[in-house]
């Protein structure tokens, strides 16, 4: 029974206490993406298993070990996504979007799904948020996207992060680096895992991402791919540094820095934070050049980065930012007695039309308990309807912080006066906190 009432190891609820610092961050987050000219794409949760096997690839821990696959009741092999690019990428080749003016830029906000072991900062469904451009193949654009995702970081409130960037080559220089990595973990094949032996005639690449600290070791002395890259590849890589260098945005290049998946090329990196233990990489991205045309769509150099919002959260908090609240109940209309109750509901959903948060009761409390209620709530304002002001037509708005009451028609003019009287407040708050900040400089 117990399994009814807990959630699946690896996933959290977020419960509506603890919603208002998602909400924030997200609406941040795709703003910031805007100013770039990034607009938002919504992909479906699942897709055809070999789209991740071709994309992020099949000698990945992604694909070997996390991926949830089942077989439709359709017989197809279908896969939770476990990152956004490779379905981003499939959608754009499927609409044609390629063939619109370039660059092609879109950011989106999702949750993806690997089974991985659970710890702090690392879930079996989190949520990223990413963006991807397709069509440039400057260094400008690497440089473009990199100042996204740094500005990204730092109008969510991030400070505590740093910026590793690394070039992983091309087509062209790859073979030769593969080829001296083949020779290294050759030499060592019996100290390393079985997937690792396996990934040394495929991949050998991967063996400097494998988690398993026996590999981890050896791959600490393997050759550095920055040594074997080729002219055009060190190029970008200048260029690169050279617009970061301009922008100011500051950043080391960390030689070992060679992704999880199989699509990079060029370009990758990091941003680390290392406030929040093991799981410090907040954000991750680079170029993948080749993935479009792999899956089928024209050569089209792309590029993209992602960052996970649960370990964002856990920096803010790390760094302890007060958490985003959420909205505050704008008035409470306390009725007493049925026809009083008719009348809150008129009341309520006129200010609610006119975009205030407006609340009245819906569970017969009485009045007493009512005023508990909006206290709870944090209501600005508080209204008690009963039959003497239903008779007048006037009730007494009432200022629930500083406890002053006055005067507003609960008929004609009521929106009037309830605006005016927020208005004045928002004015009153605003003195107030120019005085504090005079009084303290
Ligand atoms: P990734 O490095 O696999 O890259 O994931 C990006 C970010 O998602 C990580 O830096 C981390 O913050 C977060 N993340 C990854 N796995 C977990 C997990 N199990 N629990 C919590 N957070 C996690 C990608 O996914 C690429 N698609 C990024 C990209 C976009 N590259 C090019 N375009």
Same mark, same amino acid.
Request: net charge negative; aromatic share 8%.
């Given at each position: 029974?117990?399994?009814?009432?807990?959630? @699946?190891?690896?996933?959290?609820?977020?419960?509506?206490?603890?919603?208002?610092?998602?909400?924030?961050?997200?609406?941040?987050?795709?703003?910031?993406?805007?100013?770039?000219?990034?607009? !938002?794409?919504?992909? %479906?949760?699942?897709?055809?298993?070999?789209?991740?096997?071709?994309?992020?690839?099949?000698?990945?821990?992604?694909?070997?070990?996390?991926?949830?696959?089942?077989?439709?009741?359709?017989?197809?092999?279908?896969?939770?996504? $476990?990152?956004?690019?490779?379905?981003?990428?499939?959608?754009?080749?499927?609409?044609?979007?390629?063939?619109?003016?370039?660059?092609?830029?879109?950011?989106?906000?999702?949750?993806?799904?690997?089974?991985?072991?659970?710890?702090?900062?690392?879930?079996?469904?989190?949520?990223?948020?990413?963006?991807?451009?397709?069509?440039?193949?400057? @260094?400008?654009?690497?440089?473009?996207?990199?100042?996204?995702?740094?500005?990204?970081?730092?109008?969510?409130?991030? =400070?505590?992060?740093?910026?590793?960037?690394?070039?992983?080559?091309?087509?062209?220089?790859?073979?030769?680096?593969?080829?001296?990595? #083949?020779?290294?973990?050759?030499?060592?094949?019996?100290?390393?895992? %079985?997937?690792?032996?396996?990934?040394?005639?495929?991949?050998?690449?991967?063996?400097?991402?494998?988690?398993?600290?026996?590999?981890?070791?050896?791959?600490?002395?393997?050759?550095?791919?920055?040594?074997?890259?080729?002219?055009?590849?060190?190029?970008?890589?200048?260029?690169?540094?050279? =617009?970061?260098?301009?922008?100011?945005?500051?950043?080391?290049?960390? $030689?070992?820095?060679?992704?999880?998946?199989?699509?990079?090329?060029?370009?990758?990196?990091?941003?680390?934070?290392?406030?929040?233990?093991?799981?410090?990489?907040?954000?991750?991205?680079?170029?993948?050049?080749?993935?479009?045309?792999?899956?089928?769509?024209?050569?089209? $150099?792309?590029?993209?980065?992602?960052?996970?919002?649960? =370990?964002?959260?856990?920096?803010?908090?790390?760094?302890?930012?007060?958490?985003?609240?959420?909205?505050?109940?704008?008035?409470?209309?306390? $009725?007493?007695?049925?026809?009083?109750?008719?009348?809150?509901?008129?009341?309520?959903?006129?200010?609610?039309?006119?975009?205030?948060?407006?609340?009245?009761?819906?569970?017969?409390?009485?009045?007493?308990?009512?005023?508990?209620?909006?206290?709870?709530?944090?209501? #600005?304002?508080?209204?008690?309807?009963?039959?003497?002001?239903?008779?007048?037509?006037?009730?007494?708005?009432?200022?629930?912080?500083?406890?002053?009451?006055?005067?507003?028609?609960?008929?004609?003019?009521?929106? !009037?006066?309830?605006?005016? =009287?927020?208005?004045?407040?928002?004015?009153?708050?605003?003195?107030?906190?120019?005085?504090?900040?005079?009084?303290? !400089?």
């Amino acid at each position: 029974m117990a399994l009814l009432t807990k959630a @699946p190891r690896g996933t959290q609820d977020i419960l509506p206490a603890k919603i208002a610092p998602w909400q924030a961050m997200e609406r941040e987050l795709i703003a910031t993406a805007q100013r770039f000219g990034f607009q !938002e794409i919504r992909t %479906p949760t699942f897709e055809h298993t070999e789209l991740f096997n071709r994309s992020v690839g099949d000698t990945t821990d992604v694909v070997q070990k996390e991926m949830y696959t089942f077989q439709d009741k359709g017989d197809r092999s279908i896969t939770l996504r $476990p990152e956004g690019t490779a379905g981003a990428a499939r959608a754009v080749i499927e609409h044609g979007l390629l063939a619109e003016a370039l660059p092609v830029k879109v950011s989106y906000l999702l949750s993806c799904f690997r089974y991985e072991k659970p710890q702090a900062g690392r879930l079996r469904e989190f949520h990223q948020f990413g963006a991807e451009m397709y069509g440039s193949a400057s @260094p400008a654009a690497d440089a473009d996207l990199i100042a996204l995702a740094s500005q990204a970081l730092e109008n969510i409130g991030i =400070r505590e992060v740093s910026l590793e960037i690394n070039s992983i080559g091309c087509p062209h220089c790859r073979p030769v680096y593969l080829q001296a990595l #083949r020779e290294y973990f050759g030499a060592r094949q019996d100290q390393l895992c %079985p997937t690792c032996r396996e990934r040394l005639g495929k991949n050998p690449l991967r063996i400097l991402d494998c988690k398993n600290p026996d590999c981890a070791a050896i791959a600490a002395g393997a050759p550095l791919v920055l040594d074997h890259l080729c002219g055009d590849c060190r190029e970008h890589f200048d260029g690169l540094k050279a =617009r970061l260098d301009a922008m100011g945005i500051p950043y080391t290049v960390n $030689p070992r820095i060679v992704r999880g998946l199989d699509y990079y090329t060029r370009t990758v990196f990091e941003f680390v934070s290392s406030g929040i233990g093991a799981q410090g990489t907040v954000c991750g991205g680079g170029r993948y050049d080749g993935l479009i045309q792999e899956l089928g769509g024209p050569q089209t $150099p792309a590029l993209g980065f992602a960052m996970g919002l649960e =370990r964002l959260l856990l920096v803010l908090e790390a760094q302890g930012n007060p958490p985003a609240q959420g909205e505050r109940c704008d008035l409470y209309v306390a $009725p007493m007695g049925e026809n009083a109750s008719v009348r809150a509901f008129q009341l309520v959903n006129l200010l609610r039309a006119e975009g205030y948060y407006g609340e009245t009761d819906l569970m017969g409390r009485s009045l007493r308990a009512q005023m508990k209620y909006a206290d709870k709530l944090g209501c #600005r304002f508080s209204l008690v309807l009963g039959d003497n002001e239903l008779e007048t037509g006037e009730a007494r708005l009432k200022d629930m912080e500083t406890g002053e009451s006055l005067p507003i028609p609960l008929g004609e003019g009521f929106l !009037e006066e309830f605006d005016r =009287r927020m208005a004045a407040r928002a004015y009153a708050q605003l003195e107030q906190s120019i005085q504090e900040e005079l009084a303290g !400089e």
